[in-house]
């Protein structure tokens, strides 16, 4: 048996440890050069100017700035899957408003744009849709919705940062508003980190704003790690920016993006030919140029079982996620059929997948799931 194997463990070497300790060295902790470089490289990988990126400290900071632009008051409702991060929740709620949790899909657990229609009401204030573990949603079809109701949409795309849609745009790159995750377990890490992409000027000169307290600051000035103390403030604002240290990281990271890809997308596919147990449902292949970021099974019956088996096997495993409108907090939300999200959300189960997962570590996890029987 081999020792413990994670779910998650984040591809770092020494030039991170480099980078970090540049970053340390230069003295300037805040937001400032490394910030301007992270921004630019994000920028030239998606291939979009610099000034529509935005850095910030987490995902949910990015969702929570991008909600800020449409002026939720208590009482509002956004639309989201139910099967979603407990961030992009908390960040609806931080305004008094309410999510109104729509249905995914079974094959590939996206959200079902054939359900949001009838969720969609006086008081909906905007959507927002998600790619989830290694499987793109239907943007467009999202979009287009929200565009013939005139509802602003926000795409987390957390889940894909390093994919290509169908379109073979790299995603994020084209939505109307699209934040990305780095946190540790990320496809890439700053430690902790996120990135609004924001397509209008308007929105984002407020959001480079708004992740500093509001403060009108100099943008080149900061970016060459100085700064002003007289400003003027004429918006909301949170302490949201990413700190040098961060992205000094990502910014290494980055440039592995590529190995990045080909190891998981290698392991992906590894464990979509080896794993044979009727039991257990697999996900679809990659539709196309994915960087995969999980790999979720559904097991049929007995997950705590599957769990607890593969626990004293020396696999550990997660759950992504338990669907929101069973949260205590949240069960008095609107929704309507969740029916898929229901059956799912009993099965689900997250199997190590990262970078540095040796081919006889991949094998060893096959062979435990492939002889786990109920």
């Known amino acids: ?32 050069s490394y910030v301007k470089e992270f921004e630019e490289s994000i920028s030239k990988f998606l291939d979009i100017e610099s000034s529509k990126v935005i850095a910030v400290n987490t995902g949910t900071s990015a969702v929570h700035m991008a909600l800020s632009l449409f002026n939720l008051q208590p009482g509002d409702e956004v639309i989201t899957p139910s099967l979603n991060n407990i961030g992009d929740f908390q960040s609806i709620k931080y305004f008094g408003a309410t999510p109104v949790f729509v249905d995914v899909k079974e094959k590939c657990l996206t959200i079902d744009p054939s359900k949001v229609t009838s ?6 204030k905007a959507i927002i849709s998600l790619d989830y573990a290694s499987h793109l949603h239907k943007y467009e079809s999202v979009r287009a919705i929200a565009k013939e109701y005139n509802v602003p949409i926000i795409h987390d795309a957390a889940h894909s940062f390093g994919s290509r849609n169908s379109n073979y745009e790299m995603v994020g790159s084209k939505s109307d508003i699209a934040i990305f995750s780095f946190d540790p377990v990320k496809n890439i890490t700053c430690i902790d980190g996120g990135v609004i992409i924001a397509q209008e000027k308007e929105h984002a000169d407020r959001l480079r704003n708004m992740r500093q307290l509001g403060q009108m600051q100099n943008q080149k000035k900061l970016y060459s790690n100085n700064r002003s103390f007289t400003y003027d403030v004429e918006d ?38 080896g794993i044979n147990n009727n039991n257990i449902i697999l996900p679809p292949g990659l539709d196309g140029d994915i960087l995969p970021f999980i790999f979720v099974i559904r097991v049929k ?33 609107k929704f309507k059929d969740l029916s898929v999200t229901e059956k799912i959300g009993d099965e689900i189960v997250t199997i190590p997948m990262y970078p540095d997962l040796s081919k006889k570590e991949q094998n060893y996890i096959i062979d435990v799931i492939n ?3 109920t």
């Open 236 to 273: 909301v604002g949170y302490r949201y920016h990413l700190a040098n240290l961060h992205a000094a990281i990502g910014v290494e990271q980055l440039k592995k993006i590529k190995t990045i890809k080909k190891k998981k997308q290698l392991i992906f596919s590894n464990y979509l030919s």
């Open 119 to 124: 969720l969609i009401g006086k008081k909906t």
């Open 1 to 32: 048996m081999p020792k413990r194997i994670p779910v998650f463990k984040p591809f770092l070497c020494k030039e991170e440890i480099l980078a970090a300790r540049k970053a340390l060295e230069l003295g300037w902790l805040g937001p400032g």
């Open 301 to 333: 019956n007995k997950r705590d079982e599957f769990i607890d088996y593969c626990n004293k096997k020396n696999i550990d495993t997660g759950i992504h996620w338990q669907p929101g409108h069973q949260f205590s907090y949240l069960k008095s939300c």
């Open 371 to 373: 002889n786990f029987k």
